[in-house]
């Protein structure tokens, strides 16, 4: 691992040392203090795709507090990247049914399925292929909770917004299909086993 100092993250990850958790009530005060960093995404505690009331006047601490009532539930939320004992990413994956409805085409009769709708990977980890491991662990993660369909709403790389939903290119070289658009920039696109 390149040496760093003053606890610093490394400048290009060393992949054999970054541990994955599930976000449990064990593991949250790891993805509590990931939130909390300066750049963090603690202006929505990843509660955007979550069922909410009055979304769009919450104030960021009560998106904490319901965030953590789910993870206090045992509703599963993602899972959180680690090295040395350091949270430095994250991933929202979780049962569909889970979330508000992500697209228009989307068949709330349908089971087994999870989505993928966001990452979380610091200024500094950016672009040393820690969202990459992040999908490829979200996947993992998904099929052995007993996912049949992974269904994510990733953007083209030049895309002005939705950045943090991931891009498609990522998924399409894990073998996702795209099954259509929602929006005029989110592609759904599924992987099943």
């Given at each position: 691992m390149p040496r760093r100092s003053n606890g610093s993250l490394p400048e290009k990850l060393e992949f054999t040392e970054i541990r994955f958790a599930?976000?449990?009530?064990?593991?949250?005060?790891?993805?509590?203090?990931?939130?909390?960093?300066?750049?963090?995404?603690?202006?929505?505690?990843?509660m955007a795709w979550r069922h909410l009331d009055r979304r769009e006047h919450v104030e960021n601490d009560e998106k904490?507090?319901?965030?953590?009532?789910?993870?206090d539930a045992g509703t599963p939320v993602g899972i959180v990247a680690?090295?040395?004992?350091?949270?430095?990413?994250?991933?929202?994956?979780?049962?569909?049914?889970?979330?508000?409805?992500?697209?228009?085409?989307q068949d709330d009769h349908e089971t087994g399925i999870w989505s993928i709708v966001c990452f979380f990977v610091p200024g500094a980890l950016r672009g040393g292929g820690l969202a990459s491991a992040l999908l490829d662990a979200a996947i993992d993660h998904a099929f052995?909770?007993?996912?049949?369909?992974?269904?994510?709403?990733?953007?083209d790389q030049a895309s002005p917004s939705y950045s943090f939903m991931g891009f498609r290119d990522m998924f399409v070289a894990r073998g996702f299909r795209e099954i259509?658009?929602?929006?005029?920039?989110?592609?759904v696109m599924r992987l099943e086993r």
């Amino acid at each position: 691992m390149p040496r760093r100092s003053n606890g610093s993250l490394p400048e290009k990850l060393e992949f054999t040392e970054i541990r994955f958790a599930e976000v449990t009530q064990s593991t949250r005060a790891d993805f509590e203090n990931l939130f909390e960093e300066p750049g963090a995404p603690k202006y929505c505690w990843c509660m955007a795709w979550r069922h909410l009331d009055r979304r769009e006047h919450v104030e960021n601490d009560e998106k904490k507090r319901a965030v953590m009532a789910l993870i206090d539930a045992g509703t599963p939320v993602g899972i959180v990247a680690q090295i040395d004992g350091r949270t430095v990413g994250w991933c929202s994956v979780a049962p569909r049914e889970t979330y508000r409805k992500l697209s228009r085409q989307q068949d709330d009769h349908e089971t087994g399925i999870w989505s993928i709708v966001c990452f979380f990977v610091p200024g500094a980890l950016r672009g040393g292929g820690l969202a990459s491991a992040l999908l490829d662990a979200a996947i993992d993660h998904a099929f052995t909770k007993g996912a049949r369909t992974i269904e994510a709403y990733p953007v083209d790389q030049a895309s002005p917004s939705y950045s943090f939903m991931g891009f498609r290119d990522m998924f399409v070289a894990r073998g996702f299909r795209e099954i259509g658009m929602t929006g005029s920039r989110r592609h759904v696109m599924r992987l099943e086993r």
